[in-house]
T-cell receptor, first 111, second 116 residues
Framework: GESVGLHLPTLSVQEGDNSIINCAYSNSASDYFIWYKQESGKGPQFIIDIRSNMDKRQGQRVTVLLNKTVKHLSLQIAATQPGDSAVYFCAENIAGNQFYFGTGTSLTVIP | GAVVSQHPSRVICKSGTSVKIECRSLDFQATTMFWYRQFPKQSLMLMATSNEGSKATYEQGVEKDKFLINHASLTLSTLTVTSAHPEDSSFYIC????????????FGSGTRLTVV
């Protein structure tokens, strides 16, 4: 399968600092990627997406970088706020079919 | 727009009984819905793809006779966990895909299943 059920890595940042969350995806044929945010006990929420013909996309306070050569995605959150504390997952998609999720990273923002 | 409702949000059942979880797309039609399972502090594992009017496609290692999926309409998919055991206790999440969009896989709020 494309996703692996490992225990989540964690990242702690000070409020106001920038956060960088990394993700390695598994299938070189994946051509569409989404970052999701999941708060405790809730379903994932869409943050930002990127297609494989791009290497960078910016949203409000968030930037996604895609490196297809090494199959790596990153999510950058500017001026991290306490409300950003959550688990972040990248998900890969091939030709509009299923999304497979990466391991995830638990982000804790320290006030 | 693009709201997916999942019900129930929490359920506790006795070992050996069956539990049905519903996933509804409230304001759009979804030919395809997906069912995921998530253990504590782990990622979402895709269980199956539910297609309206046809049989579900299960991921490798997922027992289709244990996790029954029915997608009888463009707005409703159900997952039934049959003969539940404590190891089936998990967080089950559905997502739905709009018919005409690739973007817009909206997730439900999840169902916490506890089998005692």
């Amino acid at each position: 399968g494309e996703s692996v059920g490992l225990h989540l890595p964690t990242l702690s940042v000070q409020e106001g600092d920038n956060s960088i969350i990394n993700c390695a995806y598994s299938n070189s044929a994946s051509d569409y990627f989404i970052w999701y945010k999941q708060e405790s006990g809730k379903g994932p929420q869409f943050i930002i997406d990127i297609r494989s013909n791009m290497d960078k996309r910016q949203g409000q306070r968030v930037t996604v970088l895609l490196n297809k050569t090494v199959k790596h995605l990153s999510l950058q959150i500017a001026a991290t706020q306490p409300g950003d504390s959550a688990v972040y997952f990248c998900a890969e998609n091939i030709a509009g079919n299923q999304f497979y999720f990466g391991t995830g990273t638990s982000l804790t923002v320290i006030p | 727009g693009a709201v997916v409702s999942q019900h129930p949000s929490r359920v506790i059942c006795k070992s050996g009984t069956s539990v049905k979880i519903e996933c509804r797309s409230l304001d759009f039609q979804a030919t395809t819905m997906f069912w995921y399972r998530q253990f504590p502090k782990q990622s979402l594992m895709l269980m199956a793809t539910s297609n309206e009017g046809s049989k579900a496609t299960y991921e490798q290692g997922v027992e289709k006779d244990k996790f029954l999926i029915n997608h009888a309409s463009l707005t409703l998919s159900t997952l039934t966990v049959t003969s539940a055991h404590p190891e089936d206790s998990s967080f089950y999440i559905c997502s739905a895909k709009r018919m005409t969009e690739r973007v817009g896989y909206t997730f439900g709020s999840g169902t916490r299943l506890t089998v005692v």
